[in-house]
């Protein structure tokens, strides 16, 4: 099979075509995000969100509205209720957030086991990016196109927010509303992710393209950059894996992604791992040579000090011509 025809194939299938667009869109949207959560310690606010969101899908499925609508506003109320558990406690951030998402979990994962429905609800949990329909594509590309563009309007002052939380306060920007916007854009972001990976593995989209970034670059605009490349290429990998190896798209997509991670992590920057074993061996190699040397200069020190010296041969004093001309008398 030629390259042209191996690219091609699986275009063929209007379901893989609908769930490139789809994963493509989610996958842009959760790498710009990304980058923001992981400078702002946000990674396991983007878990607790991604988690939260079952019991609003299993009851808009009931209700009859779409799923997006019910992930959104549960998405919503699980931030909301995280900041007044941690603002009327003295439990910490993490606490918190184990807590509450993992009771919603556990409250939608009843809900959707007590629902009797002609539709595999389990889908919300790991995807079902390969069966969603036309509507659905073009409601996950406007509500990407939004997030994404209100991410870069906002780009600044997130920015700002993420790196220096006091100075932005001082020059007259509302914290609490960036903080409420982007976690906001988060909930979006998760229910745009859903339909490709679904709610277990959207988090995988939300940490670890930025993670990746974070590690081959130090300038946050080239962060930004890196991470949509990196996980555009990683979601089409996955996507043709899927195909070509008969697996979960969503797991392919995922698994990808944390392949370029590692590869990253191990050759891909100047402090990488395999980078400093090889600079390591050198310096280890002339540390080695330089302890030889100075155990060959104290052996040979040791011998000089152990040979015996010989004697010292004091000079006989000559006779004068008086003294051989009295010890003659």
């Known amino acids: ?58 009851l808009a499925y009931i209700i009859g509205i779409p799923f997006s609508i019910g992930a959104f506003v549960f998405g919503v109320g699980a931030v909301a209720l995280i900041g007044i558990v941690r603002s009327t ?68 002052d997130l920015t700002l927010l993420a790196f220096d939380r006091t100075h932005a306060h001082v020059i007259g920007l509302s914290t609490r509303f960036l903080s409420a916007l982007l976690l906001g854009l988060l909930a979006l972001t998760v229910v745009v992710g859903l339909q490709a990976v679904g709610i277990i593995l959207v988090v995988a989209m939300l940490i670890t393209p930025g993670a990746t970034a974070f590690l081959l670059t130090r300038s946050f605009d080239r962060m930004l ?31 990808c992604q944390a392949l370029v991670f590692a590869v990253v992590y191990l050759v891909g920057r ?23 040397a100075t155990r060959a200069v104290a052996r040979s020190a040791t011998a000089t000090t152990a040979t015996p010296s010989a004697p010292a041969v004091s000079p006989r004093t000559p006779r004068t011509p008086d003294a051989a001309v009295s010890g003659d008398v």
């Open 270 to 292: 100047p402090d990488g791992v395999l980078w400093r074993l090889r600079r390591r061996r050198p310096a280890t190699r002339s540390v080695a040579t330089r302890s030889g």
């Open 1 to 58: 099979m030629d390259v042209l025809a191996f690219l091609l194939e699986p275009l063929q299938y209007g379901f893989l075509t609908r769930a490139l667009a789809v994963t493509l869109a989610a996958a842009v949207v959760a790498a710009v995000l990304s980058c923001w959560l992981i400078l702002m310690g946000w990674s396991l606010m983007g878990d607790a969100v991604s988690h939260a969101v079952l019991p609003g899908v299993a």
């Open 225 to 255: 950059v890196i991470a949509v490349v990196l996980t555009v290429a990683a979601s089409v990998a996955g996507i043709y894996a899927s195909y070509y190896l008969d697996i979960s798209t969503g797991a392919a997509v995922v698994l």
């Open 89 to 156: 406690t003295k439990l910490k951030a993490d606490t918190v957030i184990g807590v509450v998402f993992t009771a919603l979990f556990a409250s939608g994962l009843a809900i959707v086991s007590a629902t009797p429905s002609q539709i595999d609800l389990m889908h919300i949990l790991f995807g079902n990016v390969l069966g969603v329909s036309a509507g659905e594509v073009w409601q996950v590309l406007i509500l990407g196109a939004l997030t994404l563009a209100i991410l870069l309007f906002k780009r600044r």
